[in-house]
């Protein structure tokens, strides 16, 4: 079974930063886009950012680009999510999501909250 | 950006009853469509994919239509377990991935 598990959330201040890890098992990690999706408080869901199989393929959303930085470490299967300049409208729950043959999100881990605040 | 809009925001069906999603995208995303299921406290659980293709152990009173801009979700008869709030997402054109905002279905 597909396994998806994301630590690392918590109580920060706004500027700080955060580093998220999402542990996977249970398919062939190394084949996978990955993306993390974020859902503040009584909100939708917001696609943050993806990361392509090797690593090499990285996108953002407008909102986050140039404060977070994704990356992966195929040879421990996890994802990561580097948050810098963290603001208040960033607090939300952090998703990280495996694609299913396109881009459908078919798997989900159970988030974890990051809360900006003084 | 592609943008997704669904209505209605909410929506209360009496059980047994049908109820009908709408999902709009801002452009053609052909088939490209997706529809989840997030219940309180929960991660979103993909229902169908290829607008119309049911994920894995979904139940077939959920069935999902369309095509290029207007997309349907319905659940053919209405449960109690079915209380939940209801997301769209194009695959289309990325990125950005993008969802709509939601439609929260309630039992009357």
């Known amino acids: 079974d597909v396994q998806l598990l994301e630590s690392g959330g918590g109580l920060v201040q706004p500027g700080g930063s955060l580093r998220l890890s999402c542990s996977a098992s249970?398919?062939?990690?190394?084949?996978?886009?990955m993306s993390w999706v974020r859902q503040s408080p009584g909100k939708g869901l917001e696609w943050v950012s993806a990361?392509?199989?090797?690593?090499?393929?990285?996108y953002y959303a407008d909102s986050v680009k140039g404060r977070f930085t994704i990356s992966r470490d195929n040879s421990k299967n996890t994802l990561y999510l580097q948050m810098n300049s963290l603001r208040a409208d960033d607090t939300a729950v952090y998703y990280c999501?495996?694609?299913?043959?396109?881009?459908?999100?078919?798997?989900w881990g159970q988030g974890t909250l990051v809360t900006v605040s003084s | 950006e592609i943008v997704m809009t669904q209505s209605p925001a909410t929506l209360s069906v009496s059980p047994g009853e049908r109820a009908t999603l709408s999902c709009r995208a801002s452009?053609?995303?052909?088939?490209?469509l997706a529809w989840y299921q997030q219940k309180p406290g929960q991660a979103p659980r993909l229902l169908m994919y290829?607008?119309?293709i049911r994920a894995t152990g979904v139940s077939g009173r959920f069935s999902g239509s369309g095509s290029g801009t207007e997309f349907t979700l319905t659940i053919s008869s209405l449960q109690s377990e079915d209380s939940a709030v209801y997301y769209c997402?194009?695959?289309?054109?990325?990125?950005?991935?993008?969802f709509g905002g939601g439609t929260k279905v309630e039992i009357k």
């Open positions: 997402q194009q695959y289309n054109k990325w990125p950005p991935l993008t």
């Open positions: 452009q053609s995303i052909k088939s490209d």
């Open positions: 249970g398919f062939m990690f190394s084949s996978y886009v």
């Open positions: 999501a495996k694609p299913g043959y396109y881009n459908f999100l078919d798997s």
């Open positions: 290829a607008a119309s």
């Open positions: 990361v392509g199989g090797s690593g090499g393929n990285i």
